[in-house]
């Protein structure tokens, strides 16, 4: 099944990155990637937030925005508070964090990335919307982070894509049904 904004509800729908100036990554990655028009969050968290089992209070600057159907998510932090962002950062500095991934089933994909040994090192729950960071460093070259499948969430992406093909971009509808001819 697909989000309206044409990625899987059970799959990768986003490439998430760690950037020292939300501004100018907003910039680069319009300018040299094509990725616009860009939704911006300023001074978002800690609400429903935990970092490594405590509750989170960090916040962050937040950009999203789409190049075709795939969402691309800037993340700069707001300040030195621990959190999964400045985790990443102060090991490794700036650039790939994470994959999102879409789940419908949640709590299932949850304890299936605790079974097979990873812990969730960050959670968010609030309204319509239930993240979980696991570091899968390991295997991968950044984290995953979990996206329950809702409603909240389709909306908010979709939205943002939608902004992105603009009315000029946007697929063309599919041409009339031919008259019929009559029979000689």
């Known amino acids: 099944?697909?989000?309206?904004?044409?990625?899987?509800t059970d799959g990768?729908?986003?490439?998430?990155?760690?950037?020292?100036?939300?501004d100018a990554a907003v910039e680069?990655?319009?300018?040299?990637?094509?990725?616009?028009?860009?939704?911006?969050?300023?001074?978002?968290?800690p609400q429903g937030s935990v970092y490594r089992g405590e509750p989170a209070q960090a916040s962050?600057?937040?950009g999203f925005g789409c190049s075709g159907h795939m969402l691309y998510e800037l993340i700069q932090p707001a300040d030195d508070l621990p959190s999964v962002y400045?985790?990443?950062?102060?090991?490794?500095?700036?650039?790939?964090?994470?994959f999102g991934c879409a789940?419908?089933?949640?709590?299932?994909?949850v304890a299936t990335m605790v079974a097979q040994g990873?812990?969730?090192?960050?959670?968010v729950e609030v309204p319509g919307v239930r993240l979980a960071y696991f570091d899968t460093r390991d295997a991968l070259p950044g984290m995953i982070e979990l996206i329950e499948a809702s409603e909240e969430v389709n909306a908010s992406f979709t939205a943002i894509w939608k902004a992105s093909i603009g009315p000029g971009d946007a697929p063309?509808?599919?041409?009339?049904?031919?008259?019929s001819v009559p029979a000689s």
Request: glycine share 8%; net charge negative; hydrophobic share 40%.
């Open 12 to 22: 990768i729908i986003q490439t998430a990155f760690v950037v020292e100036d939300l």
């Open 172 to 179: 063309a509808p599919p041409p009339p049904a031919p008259p």
């Open 118 to 123: 990873y812990e969730a090192v960050g959670t």
């Open 1 to 8: 099944m697909l989000f309206d904004f044409g990625q899987p």
């Open 103 to 109: 789940t419908p089933a949640f709590d299932q994909a």
């Open 60 to 62: 962050f600057h937040v």
């Open 28 to 45: 680069q990655f319009s300018a040299r990637l094509g990725v616009r028009p860009w939704t911006t969050l300023r001074a978002v968290g």
């Open 86 to 98: 400045r985790e990443v950062i102060d090991q490794r500095g700036y650039g790939f964090h994470h």
